[in-house]
């Protein structure tokens, strides 16, 4: 089945520094890929969608200064959480969903920021 | 405004039993209905999708009915076992390009 590859799986920063996360499609193209966050014991949150060779549409209430998504290709997204601070502490999720297929998402990446 | 809700925040089964976790919606008209399994510290894992014209869906252990009329999921596992022990989410679309709305999901326990 389809795969999607996020990196790093887990990071610790200090604060007022940036973030980057990577998510990759590894068996299909992907025109559209999507940020969710989510905190202890609660449900994944739809920050922003990430779209390839466009700017991402993002949530309401969701920053899009402070959480800078690139899609330079067809199988990559980048989630840049800038300027971080201990409540961007979060577990955050990327997915992407081949054509007529359900969506796939990524093993996650647990940010810490201390 | 739209919202999604799963019965309970955990559901203690024993083993070999039928679990059986809800999910109402409210101000919604979704075109699926999907049910994903997330264990502590991973991603979600997609389980079964069930279209509004579907009123069951099901794969191996796995049973999903969708009534639209009472805007309800009922997600069962049969002849369950330890290692079914999870958060199942469920998750809403509109059809489209749109990203899924979750709910907060049900923590199942299957006891041996």
């Known amino acids: 089945g389809a795969v999607v590859s996020q990196h790093p799986s887990w990071v610790i920063c200090k604060s007022g520094t940036s973030v980057k996360i990577e998510c990759r499609s590894l068996?299909?193209?992907?025109?559209?890929m999507f940020w969710y966050r989510q905190f202890p014991k609660q449900s994944l949150m739809l920050m922003a969608t990430?779209?390839?060779?466009?700017?991402?549409?993002?949530e309401q209430g969701v920053e899009k200064d402070k959480f800078l998504i690139n899609h330079a290709s067809l199988t990559l997204s980048t989630l840049t959480v800038t300027s971080a601070h201990p409540e961007d502490s979060s577990f955050y999720i990327c997915?992407?969903?081949?054509?007529?297929?359900?969506?796939?998402f990524g093993q996650g990446t647990r940010l810490t920021v201390v | 405004s739209q919202k999604i809700e799963q019965n309970s925040e955990a559901l203690n089964i024993q083993e070999g039993k039928t679990a059986t976790l809800t999910c109402n919606y409210t101000n919604y008209s979704p075109a699926y209905l999907q049910w994903y399994r997330q264990d502590p510290g991973r991603g979600p894992v997609f389980l079964l999708l069930?279209?509004?014209?579907?009123k069951e869906k099901r794969k191996e252990r796995l049973k999903v009915t969708f009534d639209t009329t009472l805007k309800q999921s009922l997600f069962h596992i049969t002849a369950s076992q330890p290692a079914d022990s999870a958060t199942y989410l469920c998750a809403l679309e509109g059809g489209g390009a749109d990203g899924l709305t979750f709910g907060k999901g049900t923590h199942l326990i299957i006891q041996p």
């Open positions: 069930i279209r509004e014209n579907e």
């Open positions: 997915s992407a969903r081949p054509p007529d297929s359900e969506a796939f």
């Open positions: 990430s779209n390839e060779g466009s700017k991402a549409t993002y």
């Open positions: 068996d299909f193209q992907a025109t559209t």
